[in-house]
């Protein structure tokens, strides 16, 4: 994989996600949910720092599931619009202004994938269709 001169180096990367979960941390809506679930976060920032690094500059330095990881915490739809928010917030401070654009379209797409695995979808609209249950015998054949 060819890296793209927009990309940002490794160096800008951990720099990012170290300063961004600095702010997560601190954040009393996002550290309520993060601080108890990090137990060790020098070693959670590495993990993140492969992660994006893997997304960014096609590394493949990431092992592991995101879906798994978020799905045994209790995140809301909102905490995505707040993560994003200081993500934004972050990429401009740390990155120059191609880098940081491709930083938050990574992140925007995560999110989103984030929250329809997890059902969180919370500008969705009903169909309007009743939901039928079928009979047992009808279950069965």
Same mark, same amino acid.
């Given at each position: ?14 720099? &990012?996600?170290? =300063? +961004?979960?600095?702010? #997560?941390? $601190? ?9 108890? !679930?990090? @137990? ?6 590495? &993990?993140?720092? =492969? +992660?994006?690094?893997? #997304?960014? $500059? ?9 879906? !798994?990881? @978020? ?16 993500? $934004? ?53």
């Amino acid at each position: 994989m060819t890296v793209s001169p927009d990309a940002p180096s490794e160096e800008a990367i951990a720099t &990012l996600v170290d =300063r +961004f979960y600095e702010r #997560v941390r $601190r954040d009393p809506e996002l550290g309520a949910v993060f601080n108890p !679930a990090v @137990h060790d976060w020098p070693e959670h920032k590495a &993990l993140l720092s =492969r +992660f994006w690094s893997s #997304v960014e $500059r096609g590394t493949r330095s990431y092992r592991g599931n995101p879906m !798994a990881a @978020h799905l045994r915490h209790p995140v809301r739809a909102g905490h995505f619009d707040r993560w994003l928010e200081l993500w $934004r917030e972050t990429c401009a401070e740390v990155l120059d202004a191609a880098g940081a654009a491709r930083m938050i379209d990574h992140a925007e797409r995560i999110a989103h994938t984030l929250k329809l695995g997890l059902g969180l979808r919370p500008h969705s609209r009903r169909l309007g269709v009743p939901v039928m249950h079928l009979p047992a015998q009808a279950r069965e054949s």
